[in-house]
Nanobody, 111 residues
Framework: QVQPVESGGGLVQPGGSLRLSCTAPGDSLWRCGVLWYRQRVGKEREWVSSIGTDGTTVYADSVKGRFTISTDKTRGTVWLQMNSLKFDDTAMYLC?????WGQGTQVTVSS
């Protein structure tokens, strides 16, 4: 198992979009599924979305209808498409698979 790597974060205005990626070599992401979490300053780590080994997707109520999780097995990547971003979405976003965590990618929503 290899530690996943996140990327795609950045600074975006409210209402904007970002696409995060979670990448790992081989089939490591597919054997266990992938979960996205976020860590806001001063708050507990919060689960955001998951994709199971069968492709089933689940979302937290706070992001449902705005975020979409998907896979690209040819690239060994799980995407998190984030639309209609709000100030409250500002956080470090981390992915995890099979108990291994990435370092995270920072998303900042600011005008």
């Amino acid at each position: 198992q290899v530690q996943p790597v996140e990327s795609g974060g950045g600074l975006v205005q409210p209402g904007g979009s970002l696409r995060l990626s979670c990448t790992a070599p081989g089939d490591s992401l597919w054997r266990c599924g992938v979960l996205w979490y976020r860590q806001r300053v001063g708050k507990e780590r919060e689960w955001v979305s998951s994709i199971g080994t069968d492709g089933t997707t689940v979302y937290a109520d706070s992001v449902k209808g705005r975020f979409t999780i998907s896979t690209d097995k040819t690239r060994g990547t799980v995407w998190l498409q984030m639309n209609s971003l709000k100030f409250d979405d500002t956080a470090m976003y981390l992915c995890t698979s099979c108990g291994y965590w990435g370092q995270g990618t920072q998303v900042t929503v600011s005008s």
